[in-house]
């Protein structure tokens, strides 16, 4: 069993700056893809950015060139900075862990609230 625990999140002002994290547990983080979801109130789930095992990324269009993610195995974490920050970015983070291990594995996290207000 794999848990993923994120932190960083909060309130900013329009134009700044967070860094989230998501903290795996379990041996499986080296060979997973990790990626982060965001979800506002009303709104679909939407895919934020991936880093794959390779440590190969992909973002949203809406993100790109703002949001870069990165992963260090050592630490079983995955970060997603945040810069520039506006307030449609407000919504609930969520890290998702998957892959193929004897079988597809997919794993949720708890979530993490950013709130981007002046």
């Known amino acids: 069993q794999v848990q993923l625990v994120e932190s960083g999140g909060g309130l900013v002002q329009p134009g700044g700056s967070l860094r989230l994290s998501c903290a795996a547990s379990g041996s499986i983080f080296s060979i997973s893809t990790v990626n982060w979801y965001r979800q506002a109130p009303g709104n679909q789930r939407e895919l934020v950015a991936t880093?794959?095992?390779?440590?190969?990324?992909n973002y949203a269009d809406s993100v790109k060139g703002r949001f870069t993610i990165s992963r260090d195995n050592a630490k079983n974490t995955v970060y997603l900075q945040m810069n520039s920050l506006k307030p449609e970015d407000t919504a609930g983070y969520y890290c998702n862990l998957r892959g193929w291990r004897s079988g597809k594995y997919e794993y949720w996290g708890q979530g993490t609230q950013v709130t981007v207000s002046s």
């Open positions: 880093v794959t095992s390779g440590s190969s990324t």
